[in-house]
């Protein structure tokens, strides 16, 4: 029997039948099959003998993003910064120079702080990947597989690891 998958054709063994498929695995009762990048199409599908996997290890990671906090800030920051620049530059007036040095300061350290706190944020936003869960499928003596579902406690990947695990017992 054959599978289309991602533009390509995988081929099934005699007695093997799909017990559980998702858009980046294939899960039979003899083999596990995952595409080589996941959350891309791709024409590479890593696969493992059921019965050489050990027991799957479930992680979640990335971040969450704070795109809206980074820009808030940011432009808090900004705004700060150029209350004070934008008189100097085309004046020559500094307006904070009335205050004392210590106020002076401390709205300097702000501005710089939420500037910098934003910057942070929206590049970290960019940056890191967004929250998934991830199922690590060791093979010794053999390129581990990898399996990754969107979102912080995947339904999706309890249910591979259940039916996973049910499959191998069966083996």
Same mark, same amino acid.
């Given at each position: ?64 993003? +704070? ?5 808030? %800030?940011? #432009? $808090? ?5 150029? /209350?004070?620049?934008? =008189? ?40 890191? +990947? ?5 199922? %690590?499928? #060791? $093979? ?5 597989? /990898?399996?990754?579902? =969107? ?21």
């Amino acid at each position: 029997m054959k599978i289309e998958k991602q533009h390509i054709t995988i081929n099934l063994l005699d007695s093997e039948k799909i017990i559980h498929e998702g858009d980046t695995f294939i899960l039979t009762n003899h083999r596990l099959m995952v595409s080589g990048k996941p959350g891309r199409a791709s024409s590479v599908w890593e696969e493992a003998q059921l019965e050489e996997c050990l027991d799957p290890n479930l992680k979640n990671a990335g971040k969450t993003t +704070r795109k809206w906090l980074g820009y808030r %800030l940011l #432009g $808090v920051g900004f705004a700060l910064i150029g /209350l004070q620049m934008i =008189p100097y530059l085309f004046f020559g007036a500094n307006i904070l120079g009335k205050l004392p040095n210590l106020i002076e300061s401390l709205y300097f350290l702000a501005s710089m702080l939420t500037a910098t706190a934003g910057i942070y944020l929206t590049l970290g936003s960019y940056l890191n +990947r967004p929250p998934h869960t991830s199922i %690590l499928f #060791g $093979v010794p003596g053999s390129k581990d597989l /990898l399996a990754i579902f =969107p979102g912080w406690d995947s339904e999706d990947a309890d249910e591979l690891v259940s039916k996973y695990r049910r499959a191998k017992r069966n083996v």
